[in-house]
Antibody, heavy 120, light 108 residues
């Protein structure tokens, strides 16, 4: 079955960096676009970033542009989110989520999420 | 950026009753709208895409309607497992993808 498993979350000080991973299985990873979506504690969902199936197209939310980098390693069936210059407002559960049709990105599968806490 | 507004923020419903949730877009999103259900401590789960198409395995008591800027999610007869938070998401014009603020369906 389709599985997305995030890891790499934790507690980090403001201004520091963290790299999240999303390990995919149960489907052909190289054929699907993947997004990151986050959720601050007690709040709603916020889209963060997108990468196309081949890595050629990448988009970011304005709130993370210039600080976060999304990438993928097809050989490892893994998606990454490199987060630099972290701010307290980046505190959230980070989900990776798959889309069936890249041009119509509704999310058919989500990971369980990994919590990032930015605090001094 | 398209702003999605959900109402009400909280809906108190008795088991077996009908629940109607609303989602409004700040500009037309055609029928490019999805609905998700999220339970505490869990990831969201897609219920509806294309404004009215139920996702695989979603019970028939969930239905979506609307197009343009006004959308509705209806749960025809609430079951205990349906008490959760529901989000709408537009994917017509992006980036950015945008979600509504959510409607919490609680037991009356």
């Amino acid at each position: 079955q389709v599985l997305l498993v995030e890891s790499g979350g934790g507690v980090v000080q403001p201004g520091r960096s963290l790299r999240l991973s999303c390990a995919a299985s149960g489907f052909t990873f190289s054929s699907y676009a993947i997004h990151w979506v986050r959720q601050a504690p007690g709040k709603g969902l916020e889209w963060v970033a997108f990468i196309s199936y081949d890595g050629d197209k990448i988009y970011y939310a304005d709130s993370v542009k210039g600080r976060f980098t999304i990438s993928r390693d097809t050989s490892k069936s893994t998606l990454y989110l490199q987060m630099n210059r972290l701010r307290t407002e980046d505190t959230a559960v980070y989900y990776c989520a798959r889309v069936l049709i890249p041009a119509l990105p509704w999310f058919d599968y989500w990971g369980q999420g990994t919590l990032v806490t930015v605090s001094s | 950026e398209i702003v999605m507004t959900q109402s009400p923020a909280t809906l108190s419903v008795s088991p077996g009753d009908r629940a109607t949730l609303s989602c409004r877009a700040s500009q037309s999103v055609s029928n490019n709208l999805a609905w998700y259900q999220q339970k505490p401590g869990q990831a969201p789960r897609v219920l509806i895409y294309g404004a009215s198409t139920r996702a695989t395995g979603i019970p028939a008591r969930f239905s979506g309607s609307g197009s343009g800027t006004e959308f509705t999610l209806t749960i025809s007869s609430l079951q205990s497992e349906d008490f959760a938070v529901y989000y709408c998401q537009q994917y017509n014009t992006w980036p950015p993808l945008t979600f509504g603020g959510g409607t919490k369906v609680e037991i009356k």
